[in-house]
């Protein structure tokens, strides 16, 4: 692969591949028995569900194209806020394969000028601080999730790099 023909997107795109990789690894492999467990708190689906809305969310372009998807009654995406509703893992693994698709869709959709124009969401940031923040907030809770594992001796994800990606593509 030629590195000098690659566009901004796409480099931008290649960070968030292995990062929903392993956001997907760690859904997958969370023991049925942690998934909705009453001590961890916020509850494990629930730190998923929270970074995916966010994901939804900000990559939907505009207010009035996000749709907040419907899991149910009482099930609620902020953390610190109780949930009466659960999401199982299937069902999240579904939402994950939108929202990645739905990101993907955004990254790189963005020619090279619109990186710099104000977010239609919140005109105080620019797309590229969106871009930014969703991937640090992405980041965060994987870690976050790496740690709980750890706590309640589950293996943890492994870091994935995304030369791995650039060997693929």
Excluded at 80 to 101: C, H, M, R, T, W
């Amino acid at each position: 692969m030629n590195v000098d023909h690659l566009s901004l997107s796409r480099i931008i795109a290649r960070q968030f591949e292995p990062s929903f990789r392993m956001l997907r690894n760690l859904i997958e492999s969370c023991p049925k028995a942690l998934w909705s467990q009453k001590n961890i708190e916020p509850p494990i689906w629930q730190q998923f569900y929270h970074v995916l809305y966010g994901l939804d969310y900000w990559f939907s372009g505009s207010r009035e194209s996000f749709n907040a998807p419907q899991f149910g009654e009482g099930v609620n995406s902020v953390l610190g806020e109780p949930s009466d509703g659960v999401i199982d893992q299937a069902e999240l693994i579904s939402y994950l394969n939108f929202v990645k698709e739905k990101a993907m869709n955004f990254i790189e959709g963005m020619g090279e000028t619109d990186f710099t124009l104000p977010s239609s969401l919140y005109g105080k940031w620019t797309n590229m601080d969106v871009i930014l923040e969703q991937l640090r907030h992405l980041q965060h809770h994987i870690g976050y999730m790496n740690r709980v594992y750890l706590k309640c001796k589950v293996k943890p994800v492994e870091w994935e790099f995304y030369e791995e990606v650039m060997e693929k593509s």
